[in-house]
């Protein structure tokens, strides 16, 4: 997203022009009271945010009514540079209930540099995640349910056209970060929905050294669901157009959509 106060005008006419139902947003960077909250409602759709300040930042928009809405997750921890010092929690993820399926916007911590405070921050909350969700598939109230938003993590070499990623000692693609990505999937019981169908592209492109341009890439941004959601998955997309619009983000839109049965007569895909 790289700031909603900006780009909320390209993120609603996307949301319209592929008649998107559920939106998970990340890397808002505002307070809740300063999320442009009138136009989302203007344009249709019910909104759940969390935002501390001006970094970071969750939220999701729906066209049906959000419920259960929680900030955060259980157990979800927090930082400090300082060992001895309190951890801060930071505004990092966002669930809701949404017409039978329980979702979650995740913005997971860059880790800024392997052997940084961060970077041992970063494994800690993506291992936290997948127990947190671990924990709500064993539940028997359990919906079925989706993760997905920006996990900083490119899972294996073909994600990653941007040879400096491949530098030694650089974030995003070290082997403690993917066998952590690896330990949230299996231990919260989910799978990538968006992979199979579409098994190459990237989702991220850096600013500078036209990138972009170049196709140097990344691919770090994932929708992954329970075993309902991989069964009901009906079409799947990177919306890798969205790069070259007049001031985008740096990051593109994934989508899936998901049959569902709302009532006996209604049986349509939702889009995420």
């Keep these: 997203m790289n700031s909603i106060r900006t780009r909320y005008p390209l993120v609603i006419d996307f949301l319209h022009r592929n008649d998107i139902d559920v939106l998970l947003m990340q890397e808002t960077k505002c307070r809740d009271e300063q999320f442009p909250l009138e136009a989302f409602a203007t344009a249709g759709y019910d909104l759940a945010h969390f935002g501390l300040n001006q970094w ?5 928009a729906s066209r049906f009514p959000l419920k259960d809405i929680e900030q955060g997750f259980h157990g979800m921890p927090g930082f400090s540079k300082d060992p001895a010092a309190e951890e801060a929690l930071e505004a990092r993820s966002i669930s809701a209930t949404v017409e039978g ?39 028997p109230e359990a919906l079925p349910y989706l993760v997905g938003g920006d996990f900083n993590v490119a899972p294996v070499d073909s994600d990653v056209g941007d040879p400096w990623f491949l530098q030694p000692g650089t974030t995003h693609t070290s082997v403690p970060e993917r066998e952590a990505l690896e330990h949230f999937s299996a231990t919260a019981k989910v799978a990538d929905l968006v992979r199979p169908l579409v098994p190459e592209g990237y989702t991220f492109w850096d600013y500078k050294q036209g990138k972009f341009a170049r196709d140097q890439g990344l691919r770090i941004d994932f929708l992954y669901g329970s ?15 969205e790069r070259s619009l007049e001031s985008p983000s740096d990051h593109v839109p994934l989508s899936v959509e998901l049959h569902t049965t709302l009532d006996e007569d209604d049986d349509r895909p939702m889009v995420f």
């Design 227 to 241: 075993v309902e959601c991989v069964e009901r998955l009906g079409g799947a997309k990177i919306h890798r157009e």
């Design 101 to 139: 399926y329980r979702v979650c916007s995740v913005y997971v911590p860059n880790g800024r540099g392997v052997g940084d405070p961060h970077f041992t921050y970063k494994l800690k909350w993506l291992r936290a995640l997948g127990v947190a969700f671990g924990d709500y598939f064993a539940s």
């Design 56 to 60: 970071n930042g969750v939220g999701i």
